[in-house]
């Protein structure tokens, strides 16, 4: 699956667009992401390591609601995250 | 529509039979206080509380009405047409929704502790969210220490600031996570002092710093995440916020067909004049186009459609109805003339507040981003 990032996440991510990465779930994909980029945890992440509702989940252009870690993916999978933060 | 409408006149008959009397004096002293940066009296506001007004969208079982969100906004959009003191709906609506985010936690202490003290006005409540950061490097700080927490840093804008009792504020953690807690005003190392803004004078805004305030652990509200509970916040405030503004623009417009009708210029009514005309006919379409776009959101909230931290209708709606309400007021101001610049205290007053419409909740311009990368993002096209 490839995770694609744009806006804030964007400079989180190093300015890669999009990063490859070999996972079967949601919760696998994190894993991996936030272990290749230690500094998306901290955005991405609650204390709990739990995704923050704040960062809307798409898959393949479908608003996910409710994403669970359990989500299976496949390798042509496409997500990405609207980080729709006001205020501060 | 039809039913809509039909509401909309039961509620307007509402607020006026219920609340009208209590509107018209919070109004009588709105020039003076904005210029002493004076908030309602407190006796007003406990008479809101005691009539209904505080507690009528919150549930039944805290002492509410329950009424819908509908019916809420419409109650807040004649608030707006009736009061001419803007802080008057906008604190009203602040305590109504932390009341309500509150609720949600299920817990019995703090519906006892907070919740039903907020709903009887016995209790004012205030959201310290905003520091000079951005979300992710907020320089307030909550530590465990034994069985509770220390708390420290400083929030530069709390609308009703200098009246709250109790803070809803949002400290980064330890792991860099942020959580909502409740801080009481009288806690040792809470200091509350004025914020300057460039309006809002009459709602009592202040800065709020917290030096090693110790709490206990069930101060803590949200444990983790307290991001999206902010944001859960600013997605209900960021509907509320226009209803009222709404409710005056139609009163500014009103008031310049009143004034403009018994204003002689070159021996005819200004009122008759043709540019005149164009221009009341713009701010009329500018408040009818606000308010189907303001109903509409409000019936898909009712209705249970709008996703919980950020929707695109509700934000689509705060910024359009924003947008109309400013353009409404700049052109009472281009066909009132001097009158309107020097011969009443009203206007510029209601200029200078509601251009805070456009930060508040999300500026215009952060939701026009989201709003498109949500459009994008549905494309698939990113």
Sequence with gaps: MNFEFTGVLLRSAGNRSSVPIPAATLGDALTELTSQLPQMGRILLDNTGQLRRAHRLFLNGELVPNPDRTMVLSESDRIEFLTAIAGG | MVAVMDRRGEVANLVLTRWGDLLNEISASVVDRDAAELPPPPELMAAAASTGLQALALPRQVGGEGVDPLTWGMVLEQIGY?????????????????????????????????????????????????????????????????????????????????????????????????????????????????????????????????????????????????????????????????????????????????????????????????????????????????????????????????EPIFDPVVSAAKYFVAEQVRFVLELALRVLGGYGYYGTPHLGRYIRDYAGLAVAAGTQDILEVNLGATAVARAGRV
């Design chain 2, 82 to 306: 009736r009061c001419m003191d803007v802080a008057f709906p906008l604190l009203l609506s602040i305590r109504t929704t932390i009341a309500q985010l509150l609720y949600e936690t299920g817990r019995a202490d703090v519906i006892e502790g907070y919740v039903i003290p907020i709903a009887e006005g016995r209790c004012a409540a205030g959201t310290a969210y905003t520091e000079d950061a951005d979300a992710f490097a907020f320089h307030t700080q909550i530590h465990r220490k034994g069985d509770g927490y220390v708390l420290s840093g400083h929030k530069v804008y709390v609308t009703g600031g200098l009246l709250t009792d109790v803070f809803l504020t949002y400290p980064l953690d330890e792991a860099g996570d942020m959580v909502a807690c409740l801080v009481h005003r009288d806690d040792p190392g809470v200091r509350v002092t004025p914020a300057d803004g460039l309006g809002h004078r009459t709602t009592a805004a202040g800065t709020v710093t917290f030096d090693d305030v110790l709490l206990p652990a069930d101060r803590l509200v949200a444990a983790s995440d307290g991001l999206t509970h902010a944001q859960r916040f600013l997605s209900d405030q960021r509907l509320w916020i226009v209803c009222a503004p709404l409710g005056r623009a139609q009163a500014v417009l009103e008031d310049c067909v009143a004034r403009l009708t018994g204003t002689i210029r070159y021996g005819e009514s200004v009122a008759g004049m043709k540019n005149v005309q164009s221009s009341l006919g713009r701010m009329y379409v500018a408040i009818e186009s606000a308010r189907a776009m303001l109903y509409h959101a409000l019936s898909y909230v009712t209705a249970g459609g709008a």
